[in-house]
Nanobody, 121 residues
Framework: HVQLVESGGGSVQAGGSLKLSCEGSGFASSVYFMAWFRQAPGKEREGVGAIDGDGRGRYADFMKDQFTISRDNAKNTLYLQMNSLKAEDTAMYYC????????????????WGKGTQVTVS
């Protein structure tokens, strides 16, 4: 049974940082593409970035140098380091895993966590 569990969300002041984690179970993460997405109230889910089994990442344009995705295959864990947070980064953040393609497109990911809330004020 493949499962993803996010953690690390919370409330932070603008300009602050958070590091999200996503622990996977039931599969070998090294063979999966993994990704972070976010969804703000009233908005569509958008891709933050994706990463392959070798740690190569592809990021959405809006991320620029603000967010960094990494993974620890030995721990089956995906990370999202978020810096210089702004109010518009407030959203539910989801991780996902799939075998299709290393792009932050929700359509190519089949397994999803339940999300962790990030609130920036």
């Amino acid at each position: 049974h493949v499962q993803l569990v996010e953690s690390g969300g919370g409330s932070v002041q603008a300009g602050g940082s958070l590091k999200l984690s996503c622990e996977g179970s039931g599969f070998a993460s090294s063979v999966y593409f993994m990704a972070w997405f976010r969804q703000a109230p009233g908005k569509e889910r958008e891709g933050v970035g994706a990463i392959d089994g070798d740690g190569r990442g592809r990021y959405a344009d809006f991320m620029k140098d603000q967010f960094t995705i990494s993974r620890d295959n030995a721990k089956n864990t995906l990370y999202l380091q978020m810096n210089s947070l702004k109010a518009e980064d407030t959203a539910m953040y989801y991780c996902a895993a799939g075998e299709g393609e290393c792009v932050p497109n929700p359509e190519v990911f089949s397994t999803w966590g339940k999300g962790t809330q990030v609130t920036v004020s």
